[in-house]
Structure formats: C-alpha cells, structure tokens
C-alpha cells in the first residue's frame, strides 16, 4: 500500500507500495529513489502452508549475500487431534540430512492453571533430528485457536570450517488441545555438526506425520 | 502422505514415507524414556523425603538442606 512519512506536516518520503521509497530532500533540492533490493533485510520466501505432513524450505541461503536468516513459523496448529512435538532436520543438497549431528539444550516457563513453571531440556545427543520445544505438543484442531510460533535465528549456514548453530524462540498459547497451558515460551538452540556439509534448507515436521498447518516466512540479512 | 517443498505440494517418495514412519517409532520410545526418568525422579525424592522424616527431620529441616 503506498504511503507518505510526514515531518511536522510536511511529507519528507512516500512509499510506492513495492518497496521504493522516494525521499524528498530540502536541502539538495532533489529526490532521492531508494529501491527496495538496497535494504538490508529481504524477504526470501512466504508460503501460507496447510494439509502436508512436512513441510521443507530449501535453496534460498547466499552466505556470499547474508549474513545470517530469520525464519518465521507462525500460525502453526496440527489438522487433527493429536499429542505431536515439532522437529525439523536440515536439508543437504535439497533432501532432508537425518545423520545423527543434531545437539539440543533449551529452556522456558509456563503458566500452568495461573501457577509458573518451568522446564530445561537437553536430551537430544547426537540425535539424527532436532526437537523445537520442551517436550510440548504442537497446539491442534481439539483448540480451534491455538497455535504456535518459532523465530529462528540461522547464521552462516553455508560455511564448511565451523558448527551450524541455530537459535530460536518458541510461544505458544496452547498445548495440543489442553486448557491447563495457555502460555509457553522457550528458547532453544541446535549445534548441527555439520562442518563439512552446506545446508540448504530445513525441513519441519511432527512426531506423528500429522498434517500442519502454518505460516513460513525467510528474511535474509545482508553482510 | 503429501510434503510441500517451497511452493510446490508433492507426494512423498518411499524413502521419505519410511523415514517418517522410522521416526514416530523413535520419537515415541525416547518419549516414553522420559517420562519414566521424569516419575522416577518424582518417586525418589518422595522416597528421600520420606526416610529423611522418619529419621526426625522436619519440613524445614528438610527444605534447609536441599537450598
């Protein structure tokens, strides 16, 4: 949608609704046009995603280009009634790389029938896959407005010399279909021992292959 | 079972489908580890509060010593 920035009632920059934004400049006496491929954060992909058992985002990393990747999993229910935690593995070459490499710790709180909890987690040793909550199921259709999101925070995926390590917060406001826990947070991480392998993507999926539902967004952020 | 791989929903392959399937095993075995260290935790401290009471301690006493 275009728009205009206003400085004390005067219009300074206007917005085209694409992502230029024109800059009036007083002093230069001239406009300035900044497109939308010179901001330093790019929307990579989004997908409104529902009815599929996995779900896989691969081949928009450039690490020559960002330096590192937001990826948003919002809205995120099961499409049926089901007690299923969330896992993703990373993709390597396109397919997802089920190598046991994936170490986890996390830890979180959450108000149980108004009483505060809360949980550590660290059992994942060299699993062949990374869980993404503390032993959580993924809110589901027996809570018609539940669900859940993860932010990830993904550095340098593509270098070879190091660990991929890979952080993120996860909210829900419901577990499975349960009305004991209406709000959980954790914060996670993953060392993905994977100093030889470029990564290309990730792949999400439930403990149960039941279908999801969800919102992903990629955002890269340039060097 | 159907996957969506970026834009494009797809079927599965064989492979993927045995993945999964390999997985909700997994998943569920570890699943069921962890609840019996979770009760089993549970049950020891009961245990260790129990004998710590029989020796005389009180609830205070008892609370002093895990802090």
Redesign the interface.
């Known amino acids: 949608m275009p728009g205009v920035l206003k400085l004390e009632g005067t219009n300074i920059a206007t917005g085209d609704g694409n992502g230029a934004v024109t800059i009036n400049n007083a002093t230069l006496g001239s406009a300035v046009t900044v497109p939308s491929t010179a901001s330093a954060c790019v929307k990579l992909y989004r997908a409104d995603i529902s009815g599929v058992s996995l779900v896989s985002i691969d081949g928009y990393f450039n690490d020559s280009i960002y330096q590192y990747y937001t990826l948003r999993l919002d809205a995120l229910r099961q499409d049926i009634d089901a007690n299923n935690e969330l896992f993703f593995r990373v993709n390597v070459g396109g397919s997802a790389d089920s190598t046991s490499m994936y170490w986890n710790c996390a830890n979180g709180n959450y108000n149980d029938n108004g009483g505060a909890g809360s949980q550590d987690r660290a059992d994942n040793d060299g699993s062949d896959k990374s869980h993404m909550d503390n032993t959580w199921y993924v809110a589901d259709a027996g809570q018609a407005a539940g669900s859940g999101t993860y932010v990830m925070s993904i550095a340098e995926p593509q270098q070879t010399d190091r660990y991929c390590s890979v952080y993120w917060v996860h909210t829900a406001t419901r577990h499975g279909s349960s009305s004991g826990f209406r709000a959980i947070m954790g914060h996670h991480m993953c060392t993905i021992d994977s100093s030889n392998k470029v990564i290309t993507g990730f792949s999400f999926f439930t403990g149960n292959s039941t279908n999801l539902s969800l919102q992903a967004t990629l955002y890269g952020f340039k060097k | 079972?159907?996957?969506?791989?970026?834009?494009e929903?797809v079927d599965?392959t064989e492979e993927?489908e045995e993945?999964?399937?390999k997985?909700?095993i997994?998943?569920?075995e570890?699943?069921k580890k962890?609840i019996e260290f979770i009760e089993k935790q549970k049950s020891d401290k009961e245990n260790a509060n129990k004998k710590l009471k029989d020796l005389g301690l009180t609830d205070d006493e008892i609370e002093a010593l895990r802090s």
Do not use: C, G, L, T
């Open positions: 079972m159907k996957k969506q791989v970026n834009y929903v599965m993927e993945q999964m399937s997985d909700a997994d998943i569920a570890r699943k962890r």
